[in-house]
């Protein structure tokens, strides 16, 4: 059965920093664009960022950009969301997902396998 599993969530003040990370288990993602979005209670999942197979592109929020950055270990089968300078409207379930494609993407639609998400709270 193919597994994404998100870890690194949890409560930070206002300012500071978190490293989500998302694993994934039985096949391999290292030929997929690989992506995170967030949830907030009452609103719609948004894009937060994505990254390619090689890891050298990357693409980003403008609420994340300068903050947040993605990166992957495809030796390790895994994609990580280092998230600096957080605020408290960063508050969310963070869901990492895997791309049908190679490459970059921000639409929802063009993920096929998703995590089942790790919780964020940023304290003011």
């Known amino acids: 059965q193919v597994q994404l599993v998100e870890s690194g969530g949890g409560l930070v003040q206002a300012g500071g920093s978190l490293r989500l990370s998302c694993a994934a288990s039985g096949r391999t993602f290292s030929s997929n664009g690989m992506g995170w979005f967030r949830q907030a209670p009452g609103k719609e999942r948004e894009f937060v960022g994505t990254i390619n197979w090689s890891g050298r592109s990357t693409r980003y929020a403008d609420s994340v950009k300068g903050r947040f950055t993605i990166s992957r270990d495809n030796a390790k089968n895994t994609v990580y969301l280092q998230m600096n300078s957080l605020k408290p409207e960063d508050t969310a379930v963070y869901y990492c997902?895997?791309?049908?494609?190679?490459?970059?993407?921000?639409?929802?639609?063009?993920?096929?396998?998703w995590g089942q998400g790790t919780q964020v709270t940023v304290s003011s």
């Open positions: 997902a895997a791309a049908r494609d190679s490459y970059t993407t921000s639409t929802a639609r063009d993920y096929f396998n």
